[in-house]
């Protein structure tokens, strides 16, 4: 082998190691978040909360159909302050 050839180092990887784990089509800190206010809600108000928690989680599944990363794009960017003082 001489010494000008570059040596190849990549190895395949499939598509699902490259990919964040999602429950429901969702980011798991999204899902985990719904799934912790729901049931704090059904524990201290009523079992019908359930109903909330359902629709919440459809409906981001809604907004997460397109980007797949939009509730943790929130969720990271929602502490993030517009101006800071210095």
């Not at 729901?38 to 928690?53: A, E, P």
Request: aromatic share 10%; net charge negative; with cysteine.
């Amino acid at each position: 082998m001489a010494e000008s050839e570059p040596v190849d180092y990549s190895v395949p990887v499939h598509q699902s190691l490259m990919e964040k784990h999602q429950l429901f089509g969702i980011g798991e800190k999204a899902f985990y978040g719904i799934v912790m206010v729901t049931l704090i809600l059904c524990s201290m108000i009523s079992f019908w909360c359930i109903v909330l928690g359902i629709v919440a989680l459809l409906t981001c599944k809604m907004l997460c159909k397109n980007e797949p990363q939009l509730m943790e794009f929130i969720l990271q960017n929602i502490q993030v302050q517009d101006r800071y003082r210095g």
